[in-house]
C-alpha cells in the first residue's frame, strides 16, 4: 500500500504544526526532539554540546526510523509514519537550505549569532524524509513506558506536620488582620 496525496497532506500539516516529534530510530527508545518541516521533510539537528541527542537512537545516513506526531490541540498521537534518514554535509546547499531554517526555531541559544558554524563543527543535521509506504499503523496500547534514567530528582513527600503548621500560620495572619481592624 501507498501513501495517498491525504496521507502525505497529514504527514507535511502535523509536522509542521507540531513542536515535538517523537522519533523511533533502530535503537532506543523514541524521544521526543524539537525540529522543523522543510521542503518535503522533518530536519534535525543534534549530538552537540547544548544541543539534543541523536546517537543513541541509532540514526544513520541511510537507515530508517519512525515518526510519530500528535495533535496540537489534544496532544494524543495523530500520524505515524516510517522515515528515510539523511545527515547533510556540513556547507552543502541542502545543509545550508535547513540551517537557515533551524536556526530560527533554536530557542534560547547563547550563540545565536555564530550558531551555524558551531552545529558545522559538533553537531549533525538529518533529515527524516517520508518514505514510500504506508502511514504506520495506530496500536491499540498505551505505550506508556517507565521514563529514561537521569540525575534529575523529585521532590520529597511533605513532612506530616505541615498542613497543620500553614493552617496555624493562616490563623495568625487572620487574627492579625482582625485586630487592626
Known sequence: MTQT???????EEAAKKS?????QGTEGAPRALW???????VCLVGDGPDEQPLKDLGLADGG??????RSKDKGG??????ARVVELTPGGEAWTAAVDELKGKRLNAADADHIAERWARECRVLRLEPAPGALAEHPTGSLAAA????????RRPIPAALPKLLARRKKRARDARKDAS
Not at 5 to 11: E, G, N, T
Not at 35 to 41: D, L
Not at 64 to 69: G, N, P
Open 5 to 11: 496525496p491525504m496521507d502525505r497532506a497529514l504527514v
Open 77 to 82: 498521537r495523530l500520524v505515524s509514519w516510517p
Open 35 to 41: 525540529h522543523i518541516w522543510h521542503e518535503g521533510a
Open 64 to 69: 530508517s526510523a519512525t515518526v510519530t506526531v
Open 147 to 154: 521514563p529514561l534514567p537521569s540525575p534529575a530528582t523529585t
Open 19 to 23: 513542536a515535538l516529534i517523537w522519533v
